[in-house]
Structure formats: C-alpha cells, structure tokens
Nanobody
Framework: QVQLVESGGGLVQAGGSLRLSCAASGSIFAINAMAWYRQAPGKQRELVASITSSGMTNYADSVKGRFTISSYNVQNTTYLQMNSLKFEDTAVYYC????????????????WGQGTQVTVSS
C-alpha cells in the first residue's frame, strides 16, 4: 500500500502565497514522477505542475512564473510553492505519484492523494 498525504491548503487573499506539501510513503521502490493536479467546481481535473526523478519540470501555462514544484529526493516529499495567487487558482489540489513497488516491476503504478482545498479570495 502507498499513501500520499497532502497538506498546506487554505484560504488566502489574491496576491498571497501558499505552500502545499505531499509526502509519499508505504511500499515504494522508486518514484518516477510526482505532480500536482487541480480541479475547480464544474471543471475537469488539470495538470498544474510535474517533476521527474531527474528533475525535469513541466508547468501549466496558467501558473508559469508563479508556481514552483520541488524535487522529492528527500523523504519522497514534494512541495508546490504558489505565489501571486489569483481567484482562478481556487480548486482542490491533488498530489499524484507514478511509482514502482519493487525493482522487478515492469509497469508503473499511479497513486493519488486525498486532495487539499485552496481558496483564493478576490
């Protein structure tokens, strides 16, 4: 079993900052990538930012220059630093990990956290 535990969400005024954290634990041999997704009411879940084991990052155009995802090399924990928050950043943010349970696994497994609410007041 694998657990992804997120924290750091909350209510913030527009222009403010929040830092989300996601800690992966359990039966993990290696993590190939971690990512943050978000889902606003009535909208589809969308990718916000991702980072691979080699440190390659990818960001949604809407958050480039404002959000930063950190590597997860320390205790399988990644962070999403969110600056200059806008009302439209309001959503439930989900952590995602693509990983192997064992060295011998030939496929990757996809895990999700429970989500953390981020609300930006205008």
């Amino acid at each position: 079993q694998v657990q992804l535990v997120e924290s750091g969400g909350g209510l913030v005024q527009a222009g403010g900052s929040l830092r989300l954290s996601c800690a992966a634990s359990g039966s993990i041999f290696a993590i190939n990538a971690m990512a943050w997704y978000r889902q606003a009411p009535g909208k589809q879940r969308e990718l916000v930012a991702s980072i691979t084991s080699s440190g390659m990052t990818n960001y949604a155009d809407s958050v480039k220059g404002r959000f930063t995802i950190s590597s997860y090399n320390v205790q399988n924990t990644t962070y999403l630093q969110m600056n200059s928050l806008k009302f439209e950043d309001t959503a439930v943010y989900y952590c995602n990990a693509v990983l192997k349970y064992r060295r011998s696994d030939t496929t990757m497994f996809n895990w999700w956290g429970q989500g953390t609410q981020v609300t930006v007041s205008s």
